[in-house]
């Protein structure tokens, strides 16, 4: 299983699960018991996908060691404080049944709640402060930041102790951000790729259906090769246990350069989710 090496030297397995829209209860469970019995070891969830309970629930009832899955978590934007980070991810740790988790995020870079007021980013170094304590206490493995723009970073890094291993954003065929991919990795930070179908977008786009037949794969496999291709951790989701099974079972094929180019560049009409207008 490929892996990616984050700045502290931990390995992340490069194909993971994601959870988000899965419901807690049945749906997330077998969707997780699915991805896990496929192969995953990878699985991400955050405190406000409201699926925590369930995921840990199918970790705890698999036949998969803790120790050999990769678990993420992500603080949401109603805890933007040191106080409420720590007991949030106290929190998280009960419904994961987990005493640790591999990477803690934190989710959203600019709460909409707190716009009108001075210094986002004061609150963001709060955040952060918790986060970098859980570090050191073990409690978290490694962590990072999601949907984080340049000014974002550059406002944390101002203040930040340890800086962030990881930045989960928006990536699929169509949607490269090349200057925040570039900017994450000239900062030392590996890139997670959520959304890698493009909210389905992908799906009905004919000039990926004519490359997904050129090689001989389907649509969701060739864009899962192109991120990892690019070397981005990549989180596919699915309720369907076949797609579930198909999406991590992929084609040993290679993309030809100038396929990766064109997959970098297709038109395609998905949303780029601006962190400092998104209604969260």
Same mark, same amino acid.
């Given at each position: 299983?490929?892996?990616?090496?984050?700045?502290?030297?931990?390995?992340?397995?490069?194909?993971?699960?994601?959870?988000?829209?899965?419901a807690?209860?049945?749906?997330?469970?077998?969707?997780?018991?699915? =991805? $896990?019995?496929?192969?995953? @070891?990878?699985?991400?969830?955050?405190?406000?996908? #409201?699926?925590?309970? %369930?995921?840990? !629930?199918?970790?705890?009832?698999?036949?998969?060691?803790?120790?050999?899955?990769?678990?993420?978590?992500?603080?949401?934007?109603?805890?933007?404080?040191?106080?409420?980070?720590?007991?949030?991810?106290?929190e998280?740790?009960?419904?994961?049944?987990?005493?640790?988790?591999?990477?803690?995020?934190?989710?959203?870079?600019?709460?909409?709640?707190y716009?009108?007021?001075?210094?986002?980013?004061?609150?963001?170094?709060?955040?952060?402060?918790?986060?970098?304590?859980?570090?050191?206490?073990?409690?978290?493995?490694?962590?990072?930041?999601?949907?984080?723009?340049?000014?974002?970073?550059? =406002? $944390?890094?101002?203040?930040? @102790?340890?800086?962030?291993?990881?930045?989960?954003? #928006?990536?699929?065929? %169509?949607?490269? !951000?090349?200057?925040?991919?570039?900017?994450?990795?000239?900062?030392?930070?590996?890139?997670?790729?959520?959304?890698?179908?493009?909210?389905?977008?992908?799906?009905?786009?004919e000039?990926?259906?004519?490359?997904?037949?050129?090689?001989?794969?389907?649509?969701?496999?060739?864009?899962?090769?192109?991120?990892?291709?690019?070397?981005f951790?990549?989180?596919?989701?699915?309720?369907?246990?076949?797609?579930?099974?198909?999406?991590?079972?992929?084609?040993?094929?290679?993309?030809?350069?100038?396929?990766?180019?064109?997959?970098?560049?297709?038109?395609?009409?998905?949303?780029?989710?601006?962190?400092?207008?998104?209604?969260?």
């Amino acid at each position: 299983m490929k892996t990616v090496e984050l700045a502290n030297g931990l390995q992340v397995p490069a194909l993971g699960f994601g959870t988000w829209r899965l419901a807690d209860g049945e749906e997330v469970i077998q969707a997780v018991t699915a =991805a $896990l019995e496929a192969g995953y @070891r990878h699985i991400d969830t955050a405190q406000t996908y #409201k699926n925590e309970a %369930g995921v840990g !629930q199918a970790i705890k009832d698999s036949h998969v060691d803790r120790a050999d899955i990769f678990l993420t978590t992500k603080i949401w934007n109603d805890q933007a404080t040191y106080e409420g980070t720590i007991a949030s991810f106290e929190e998280s740790l009960k419904k994961l049944q987990t005493d640790y988790v591999d990477l803690l995020l934190v989710h959203w870079p600019n709460p909409q709640a707190y716009r009108e007021e001075p210094g986002y980013q004061a609150r963001n170094a709060e955040v952060w402060r918790a986060l970098e304590d859980l570090y050191d206490q073990g409690l978290a493995k490694s962590i990072g930041i999601s949907n984080f723009h340049q000014e974002h970073y550059q =406002a $944390l890094a101002e203040t930040a @102790r340890i800086k962030p291993m990881v930045n989960q954003i #928006k990536l699929t065929p %169509g949607l490269l !951000q090349k200057d925040l991919v570039d900017f994450s990795k000239a900062h030392g930070m590996a890139l997670e790729a959520y959304s890698p179908f493009g909210s389905g977008d992908l799906f009905a786009n004919e000039e990926i259906k004519t490359l997904a037949d050129k090689y001989q794969t389907g649509v969701a496999q060739l864009a899962l090769t192109w991120a990892l291709q690019h070397d981005f951790i990549v989180l596919p989701r699915s309720s369907n246990p076949d797609n579930i099974k198909a999406n991590f079972d992929l084609p040993d094929l290679t993309i030809s350069p100038e396929d990766m180019a064109t997959l970098d560049n297709l038109d395609i009409d998905v949303e780029c989710p601006d962190p400092n207008t998104k209604p969260f």
